[in-house]
């Protein structure tokens, strides 16, 4: 905190006092819950790609941010909020909107498969492999949309 608060030109008793710990710092400085927020609106028919387009168009740097914040999950504060963030932005809203069975175990999953691309984007980045070029995103989508259609509607 010292170093953060010396580097800000700050006082180090200034920024303790208000952030109070490096986590709650950090959860101000890589804000999770903007880039999650209105993520699974729109049409469900194609709510897959939409959720892609969102994360992906809003370039490189969101990835990254949401990438950084899920890499301090082993920070119980960090992980609670992340949590928190994510079932009420990502999961709830989008439970409430699936049809057929098991709504909300396909919103978990719907959100796992986000997770799992931020994760990606941040333990491959040095890899040859693009995860965020169109075709990529292409197969991406498929496998987020299979989790919103409702399988019920396949099988009638």
Do not use: W
């Amino acid at each position: 905190m010292r170093d953060i608060a010396t580097r800000a030109g700050s006082d180090p008793a200034v920024v303790i006092r208000h952030f109070g710990t490096k986590e709650k710092l950090f959860l101000e400085v890589v804000p999770v819950a903007p880039h999650f927020r209105a993520l699974t609106e729109g049409p469900l028919e194609t709510l897959g790609r939409s959720i892609l387009d969102r994360l992906v168009g809003s370039g490189d740097s969101t990835l990254r941010v949401l990438a950084t914040a899920l890499g301090a999950l082993d920070r119980p504060e960090v992980h609670h909020y992340l949590e928190q963030t994510t079932v009420r932005n990502i999961v709830e809203p989008l439970a409430a909107r699936l049809s057929g069975p098991r709504a909300g175990l396909r919103a978990y999953l719907v959100a796992a498969q986000i997770g799992g691309l931020l994760l990606a984007v941040d333990l491959f980045a040095s890899a040859p492999v693009e995860l965020a070029d169109a075709e990529a995103l292409d197969c991406y989508a498929e496998a987020i949309q299979a989790l919103i259609d409702d399988p019920a509607a396949d099988r009638a």
